[in-house]
T-cell receptor, first 115, second 113 residues
Framework: NAGVTQTPKFQVLKTGQSMTLQCAQD?????MYWYRQDPGMGLRLIYY???????DKGEVPNGYNVSRLNKREFSLRLESAAPSQTSVYFC??????????????FGEGSWLTVV | GENVEQHPSTLSVQEGDSAVIKCTYS??????FPWYKQELGKRPQLIID?????GEKKDQRIAVTLNKTAKHFSLHITETQPEDSAVYFC????????????FGQGTTLQVKP
């Protein structure tokens, strides 16, 4: 039982390049999330998927797209990377959409640098 | 929009002392308030949470209090140990029917031996 697994762990991109961050969970969770973490700003929600087949924007969706491929997998795509997207990205999942007693589990993070 | 403010941004205490971190939230519909601990280079992990119908919750050396009227909640760590050194994040649910969380900015806690 690996929990939430995301790849790659480290990536350096040139401005304008595209890439996809992959995320998979093996806990049979319905809801999945992508957060970014920047110094002094906590974790900010980029996109989330309440259940398979649905996606919705979070606080900072500009410059990103997501795909809920199936119940296990939720990918984040940067179409044209910008230096402002240099960050640590965390995928997360939770059993349901309801917040009450519904622990959100995080992956190990992906360190992305855009030069 | 929804907002969570967390203070202080850094906190240094001596081993054995208590530490308190405070958060305020803006959305009165928020009903779930978790606290996460993040060690350097690691993922955030849930350490304690509280629902809006509860005023206080304890788990060994950590406790969380919630004041719904004032829209603030606090994390209390007693008898701090060096392994408590980490970044702590508070969070609040966006509203009463969603698992989305909005996080505070984080508090770096240093426990000096």
């Amino acid at each position: 039982n690996a929990g939430v697994t995301q790849t790659p762990k480290f990536q350096v991109l040139k401005t304008g390049q595209s890439m996809t961050l992959q995320c998979a969970q093996d806990m049979n969770h319905n809801s999945m999330y992508w957060y970014r973490q920047d110094p002094g700003m906590g974790l900010r929600l980029i996109y989330y998927s309440a259940s398979e087949g649905t996606t919705d924007k979070g606080e900072v969706p500009n410059g990103y797209n997501v795909s809920r491929l199936n119940k296990r997998e939720f990918s984040l795509r940067l179409e044209s990377a910008a230096p402002s997207q240099t960050s640590v990205y965390f995928c997360a999942s939770s059993r349901t959409e309801s917040p009450l007693g519904n622990t959100i589990y995080f992956g190990e993070g992906s360190w992305l640098t855009v030069v | 929009g929804e907002n969570v403010e967390q203070h202080p941004s850094t906190l240094s205490v001596q081993e054995g002392d208590s530490a308190v971190i405070k958060c305020t939230y803006s959305d009165s519909a928020s009903n779930y308030f978790p606290w996460y601990k993040q060690e350097l280079g690691k993922r955030p992990q849930l350490i304690i949470d509280i629902r809006s119908n509860v005023g206080e919750k304890k788990d060994q050396r950590i406790a969380v209090t919630l004041n719904k009227t004032a829209k603030h909640f606090s994390l209390h760590i007693t008898e701090t140990q060096p392994e408590d050194s980490a970044v702590y994040f508070c969070a609040a649910s966006y509203s009463s029917n969603t698992g989305k969380l909005i996080f505070g900015q984080g508090t770096t806690l240093q426990v000096k031996p």
